[in-house]
């Protein structure tokens, strides 16, 4: 977790920078403010809506979006929002409570995995047991359900600013085309990947809906539904399922350190890759949705002994338009 006052400071840049995208808005329509949580969501968000909305995300970038509490300052961001966006399936609950209870009277809130999927078809796993009732809220990178969070924002954005509605329409179009060659070049970068690799083990269970569209199997994800390091116990049962499934490499991620992980690496022999993100966007030019799934098949491709030149036609800029 990183520290209060730099959320704070890192708040306040997203929102400088949100605002500065919407200059060239029309002046003869008000810009709709959007207050959505993640990183990778507020980018969906800023592709259809282009220069027609002010898109503030309240989640700082390197933060763990599971465990974030919102703070009196985000309170008023979300009083002021014309209409807030979250990922929903439980992953954002103190924030939408606090939303249900601060927003102004009218001001819709979208949760976009609960209209994306049916309660069926909403996965559980190690680190989100059914017994506790949250589901794994990580649809965002199978790739077809992010056009699907595309085509939910373009229907909201119509509903609350209608003026606009063609220009909504043709954004979204314009994006879906670059997520659809994104969804391909994954298809390809897996296909590129020895059969017998094609496994995963992550330490958070962020591919639950990524793997079974994609062609890949979860051997195990490594952090408990509590957040915490694994118990001992734990960790010999992943460590018999790694070395049973003759696992080529296991990943972590920057925003979850684990030494759990690396003693994982260590005693199975496995090369551990702590590069993949589900929710924080690489630099710039390629701080883009698109540019963290590109570069999360480039670093599993080439780890799992496959070609990561599948990559290479993909528009990684943060705004496609």
Not at 243 to 248: D, G
Request: charged share 20%; glycine share 4%.
């Amino acid at each position: 977790m990183i520290s209060m006052h730099k959320s704070l400071n890192l708040m306040l840049l997203v929102v400088t920078l949100s605002v500065s995208t919407v200059t060239h808005a029309s002046s003869t329509s008000k810009v709709v403010t959007v207050v959505t949580t993640i990183a990778p969501i507020a980018n969906i968000i800023q592709n259809v809506g282009s220069n027609y909305v002010n898109v503030i995300a309240i989640v700082p970038s390197g933060t763990d979006s599971h465990t974030f509490e919102p703070t009196p300052s985000i309170a008023k961001l979300l009083g002021v929002a014309d209409i807030i966006m979250v990922n929903g399936l439980d992953l954002e609950l103190p924030t939408v409570k606090l939303a249900e209870k601060v927003k102004k009277p009218g001001t819709p809130i979208v949760m976009l995995g609960n209209k994306t999927l049916d309660r069926k078809d909403w996965q559980y796993d190690f680190s989100f047991p059914r017994q506790h009732g949250h589901p794994n809220p990580h649809l965002w990178p199978n790739i077809a359900l992010s056009i699907r969070y595309a085509e939910i924002i373009r229907d909201s954005l119509i509903a609350l600013d209608p003026v606009n509605k063609t220009g909504y329409i043709a954004n979204t179009e314009v994006y879906r085309a670059n997520l659809e060659v994104l969804d391909n070049a994954i298809f390809d970068c897996i296909k590129s990947i020895p059969e017998k690799n094609r496994k995963l083990v992550t330490y958070h269970d962020s591919f639950a809906y990524f793997a079974p569209r994609y062609g890949l199997k979860i051997v195990a994800a490594v952090q408990p539904s509590n957040f915490s390091e694994p118990r001992p116990r734990e960790v010999i049962k992943i460590l018999k399922q790694i070395k049973k499934e003759n696992v080529a490499a296991i990943f972590g991620s920057e925003v979850f350190p684990s030494k759990v992980m690396r003693h994982i690496a260590l005693e199975t022999g496995v090369k551990f890759i702590d590069q993949l993100s589900d929710d924080e966007l690489p630099p710039p030019p390629n701080n883009s949705f698109i540019g963290m799934m590109a570069n999360n098949l480039t670093v599993m491709t080439d780890a799992l002994g496959g070609d990561s030149g599948c990559m290479k036609n993909v528009n990684s800029n943060a705004l496609v338009h």
